[in-house]
Antibody, heavy 122, light 107 residues
Framework: EVQLLESGGGLVQPGGSLRLSCAAS????????MSWVRQAPGKGLEWVSA????????YYADSVKGRFTISRDNSKNTLYLQMNSLRAEDTAVYYC???????????????WGQGTMVTVSS | EIVMTQSPATLSVSPGERATLSCRAS??????LAWYQQKPGQAPRLLIY???TRATGIPARFSGSGSGTEFTLTISSLQSEDFAVYYC?????????FGGGTKVEIK
Protein backbone atom coordinates (compact mmCIF):
# COMPACT_ATOMS: atom_id res chain seq x y z
CA GLU A 1 0.00 0.00 0.00
CA VAL A 2 1.28 3.44 -0.94
CA GLN A 3 1.61 5.50 2.21
CA LEU A 4 3.05 8.77 3.48
CA LEU A 5 3.48 9.45 7.19
CA GLU A 6 4.46 12.89 8.46
CA SER A 7 6.02 13.67 11.82
CA GLY A 8 7.83 16.48 13.58
CA GLY A 9 5.07 19.02 14.09
CA GLY A 10 4.49 20.84 17.35
CA LEU A 11 4.42 24.14 19.18
CA VAL A 12 7.30 26.54 18.52
CA GLN A 13 7.92 30.17 19.40
CA PRO A 14 8.12 32.87 16.72
CA GLY A 15 11.61 32.92 15.27
CA GLY A 16 12.15 29.28 16.14
CA SER A 17 12.89 26.25 13.99
CA LEU A 18 11.30 22.89 13.32
CA ARG A 19 12.06 19.98 11.00
CA LEU A 20 9.26 17.94 9.50
CA SER A 21 9.72 14.43 8.14
CA CYS A 22 7.62 12.36 5.76
CA ALA A 23 8.25 8.62 5.59
CA ALA A 24 7.19 7.03 2.31
CA SER A 25 6.38 3.39 1.57
CA UNK A 26 4.81 1.26 -1.14
CA UNK A 27 6.36 2.96 -4.17
CA UNK A 28 9.77 3.73 -5.72
CA UNK A 29 10.38 6.91 -3.74
CA UNK A 30 13.32 8.17 -5.79
CA UNK A 31 11.25 8.16 -9.00
CA UNK A 32 8.78 10.80 -7.86
CA UNK A 33 8.91 14.48 -7.09
CA MET A 34 7.43 15.33 -3.71
CA SER A 35 5.82 18.43 -2.27
CA TRP A 36 4.78 20.00 1.00
CA VAL A 37 1.35 21.62 1.08
CA ARG A 38 -0.04 23.44 4.10
CA GLN A 39 -3.46 24.42 5.36
CA ALA A 40 -3.96 27.11 7.98
CA PRO A 41 -6.82 26.49 10.42
CA GLY A 42 -10.13 26.93 8.62
CA LYS A 43 -8.42 27.98 5.39
CA GLY A 44 -7.62 26.52 1.99
CA LEU A 45 -4.61 24.67 0.62
CA GLU A 46 -1.28 26.39 -0.07
CA TRP A 47 1.61 24.73 -1.87
CA VAL A 48 4.86 25.33 0.04
CA SER A 49 7.75 23.54 -1.63
CA ALA A 50 8.69 20.75 -4.03
CA UNK A 51 11.73 18.62 -4.78
CA UNK A 52 12.58 16.45 -7.78
CA UNK A 53 13.06 12.72 -7.44
CA UNK A 54 16.83 12.99 -7.43
CA UNK A 55 16.79 15.96 -5.08
CA UNK A 56 18.67 18.05 -7.62
CA UNK A 57 15.89 20.58 -8.15
CA UNK A 58 13.95 22.41 -5.48
CA TYR A 59 11.11 24.92 -5.62
CA TYR A 60 9.60 27.25 -3.03
CA ALA A 61 6.61 29.49 -2.55
CA ASP A 62 7.59 33.13 -2.16
CA SER A 63 6.09 33.10 1.34
CA VAL A 64 8.74 30.64 2.60
CA LYS A 65 11.71 31.27 0.31
CA GLY A 66 14.88 31.83 2.30
CA ARG A 67 13.36 30.41 5.49
CA PHE A 68 12.37 26.83 4.58
CA THR A 69 14.54 24.12 3.02
CA ILE A 70 13.20 20.97 1.41
CA SER A 71 15.38 17.87 1.11
CA ARG A 72 15.09 14.13 0.74
CA ASP A 73 17.06 11.00 1.59
CA ASN A 74 16.21 8.41 -1.04
CA SER A 75 18.12 5.71 0.86
CA LYS A 76 15.68 6.20 3.74
CA ASN A 77 12.58 6.94 1.63
CA THR A 78 12.11 10.12 3.61
CA LEU A 79 11.23 13.71 2.73
CA TYR A 80 12.11 16.64 4.99
CA LEU A 81 11.16 20.26 5.50
CA GLN A 82 13.49 22.38 7.61
CA MET A 83 11.59 25.45 8.79
CA ASN A 84 13.54 28.38 10.24
CA SER A 85 12.53 31.88 11.35
CA LEU A 86 9.00 30.69 11.90
CA ARG A 87 6.16 33.20 12.02
CA ALA A 88 2.62 33.07 13.35
CA GLU A 89 1.34 32.91 9.78
CA ASP A 90 3.19 29.61 9.28
CA THR A 91 0.73 27.97 11.67
CA ALA A 92 -0.94 25.19 9.68
CA VAL A 93 -1.31 21.51 9.07
CA TYR A 94 1.56 20.47 6.82
CA TYR A 95 0.95 17.66 4.35
CA CYS A 96 3.49 15.85 2.23
CA UNK A 97 2.19 14.86 -1.18
CA UNK A 98 3.42 12.65 -4.01
CA UNK A 99 3.34 13.52 -7.70
CA UNK A 100 1.09 11.20 -9.67
CA UNK A 101 3.52 10.67 -12.55
CA UNK A 102 7.10 9.48 -12.21
CA UNK A 103 9.75 11.97 -13.33
CA UNK A 104 7.19 14.75 -13.77
CA UNK A 105 8.35 18.25 -12.95
CA UNK A 106 4.94 19.61 -12.07
CA UNK A 107 1.98 17.36 -11.52
CA UNK A 108 -1.19 16.57 -9.61
CA UNK A 109 -0.77 15.01 -6.17
CA UNK A 110 -2.20 11.50 -5.98
CA UNK A 111 -1.12 10.49 -2.48
CA TRP A 112 -1.20 12.68 0.64
CA GLY A 113 -0.05 12.04 4.17
CA GLN A 114 -2.34 12.57 7.15
CA GLY A 115 -0.66 15.86 8.02
CA THR A 116 1.26 17.22 10.98
CA MET A 117 0.24 20.35 12.86
CA VAL A 118 2.69 23.21 13.31
CA THR A 119 1.73 25.97 15.74
CA VAL A 120 3.85 29.10 15.97
CA SER A 121 2.98 31.01 19.12
CA SER A 122 4.57 32.56 22.17
CA GLU B 1 1.36 33.33 -10.24
CA ILE B 2 -1.87 31.91 -11.64
CA VAL B 3 -4.92 32.70 -9.52
CA MET B 4 -7.59 30.02 -9.32
CA THR B 5 -11.12 31.17 -8.50
CA GLN B 6 -13.81 28.71 -7.47
CA SER B 7 -17.54 29.32 -7.40
CA PRO B 8 -19.78 29.17 -5.59
CA ALA B 9 -18.12 29.24 -2.18
CA THR B 10 -20.94 27.11 -0.78
CA LEU B 11 -23.35 24.86 -2.66
CA SER B 12 -26.44 23.48 -0.93
CA VAL B 13 -27.67 20.31 -2.62
CA SER B 14 -30.11 17.55 -1.70
CA PRO B 15 -28.93 13.91 -1.79
CA GLY B 16 -29.49 12.45 -5.24
CA GLU B 17 -29.29 15.80 -6.98
CA ARG B 18 -26.58 16.98 -9.38
CA ALA B 19 -23.87 19.36 -8.22
CA THR B 20 -21.89 21.57 -10.57
CA LEU B 21 -18.74 23.29 -9.30
CA SER B 22 -16.75 25.86 -11.28
CA CYS B 23 -13.09 26.79 -11.36
CA ARG B 24 -11.55 29.64 -13.34
CA ALA B 25 -7.86 30.29 -13.97
CA SER B 26 -6.42 33.79 -14.39
CA UNK B 27 -4.56 32.54 -17.48
CA UNK B 28 -4.60 29.37 -19.53
CA UNK B 29 -3.48 26.20 -17.74
CA UNK B 30 -4.23 23.96 -20.74
CA UNK B 31 -5.64 20.73 -19.26
CA UNK B 32 -3.27 20.68 -16.30
CA LEU B 33 -6.04 20.92 -13.75
CA ALA B 34 -6.85 18.66 -10.81
CA TRP B 35 -9.78 18.40 -8.43
CA TYR B 36 -9.53 17.25 -4.82
CA GLN B 37 -12.08 16.34 -2.18
CA GLN B 38 -11.43 17.07 1.48
CA LYS B 39 -13.54 15.97 4.42
CA PRO B 40 -13.17 17.45 7.93
CA GLY B 41 -10.04 16.25 9.67
CA GLN B 42 -8.80 14.38 6.60
CA ALA B 43 -6.18 14.95 3.94
CA PRO B 44 -7.28 15.95 0.45
CA ARG B 45 -8.02 13.12 -1.99
CA LEU B 46 -7.33 13.35 -5.71
CA LEU B 47 -10.52 12.99 -7.75
CA ILE B 48 -9.68 14.25 -11.24
CA TYR B 49 -6.44 15.06 -13.07
CA UNK B 50 -5.81 16.25 -16.60
CA UNK B 51 -9.09 18.18 -16.23
CA UNK B 52 -11.22 15.11 -17.01
CA THR B 53 -9.48 11.84 -16.00
CA ARG B 54 -10.78 10.16 -12.88
CA ALA B 55 -8.13 9.03 -10.42
CA THR B 56 -7.93 5.41 -9.35
CA GLY B 57 -10.97 4.25 -7.44
CA ILE B 58 -13.05 7.39 -8.00
CA PRO B 59 -16.71 6.63 -8.77
CA ALA B 60 -18.11 7.41 -12.21
CA ARG B 61 -20.55 9.96 -10.75
CA PHE B 62 -17.60 12.37 -10.58
CA SER B 63 -16.70 13.98 -13.90
CA GLY B 64 -14.50 16.88 -14.93
CA SER B 65 -14.52 19.04 -18.02
CA GLY B 66 -12.97 22.15 -19.48
CA SER B 67 -9.64 23.44 -20.71
CA GLY B 68 -7.76 26.70 -20.86
CA THR B 69 -9.29 28.89 -18.15
CA GLU B 70 -12.73 27.41 -17.44
CA PHE B 71 -13.30 24.10 -15.67
CA THR B 72 -16.22 22.22 -14.15
CA LEU B 73 -16.54 19.37 -11.68
CA THR B 74 -19.89 17.60 -11.83
CA ILE B 75 -21.22 15.14 -9.30
CA SER B 76 -24.12 13.49 -11.08
CA SER B 77 -26.09 12.20 -8.07
CA LEU B 78 -24.87 13.30 -4.67
CA GLN B 79 -24.33 10.59 -2.08
CA SER B 80 -24.06 11.24 1.65
CA GLU B 81 -20.29 10.68 1.52
CA ASP B 82 -19.85 13.41 -1.12
CA PHE B 83 -20.61 16.30 1.21
CA ALA B 84 -17.19 17.88 1.60
CA VAL B 85 -14.98 20.73 0.39
CA TYR B 86 -13.67 20.55 -3.18
CA TYR B 87 -10.53 22.27 -4.41
CA CYS B 88 -9.20 22.79 -7.92
CA UNK B 89 -5.46 23.06 -8.56
CA UNK B 90 -3.44 24.07 -11.61
CA UNK B 91 -0.12 22.40 -12.30
CA UNK B 92 0.70 24.06 -15.60
CA UNK B 93 2.98 26.76 -14.18
CA UNK B 94 5.13 27.23 -11.10
CA UNK B 95 4.02 27.70 -8.43
CA UNK B 96 1.14 25.21 -8.42
CA UNK B 97 -1.90 27.02 -7.05
CA PHE B 98 -5.20 26.01 -5.52
CA GLY B 99 -8.61 27.58 -5.65
CA GLY B 100 -10.24 28.72 -2.44
CA GLY B 101 -12.59 25.74 -2.35
CA THR B 102 -16.31 25.01 -2.71
CA LYS B 103 -18.13 23.54 0.26
CA VAL B 104 -20.90 21.16 -0.79
CA GLU B 105 -23.42 20.95 2.02
CA ILE B 106 -26.68 19.14 2.58
CA LYS B 107 -29.74 21.15 1.65
Amino acid sequence: EVQLLESGGGLVQPGGSLRLSCAASGFTFSSYAMSWVRQAPGKGLEWVSAISGSGGSTYYADSVKGRFTISRDNSKNTLYLQMNSLRAEDTAVYYCAKDSIAAAALDAFDIWGQGTMVTVSS
Amino acid sequence: EIVMTQSPATLSVSPGERATLSCRASQSVSSNLAWYQQKPGQAPRLLIYGASTRATGIPARFSGSGSGTEFTLTISSLQSEDFAVYYCQQYNNWPPTFGGGTKVEIK
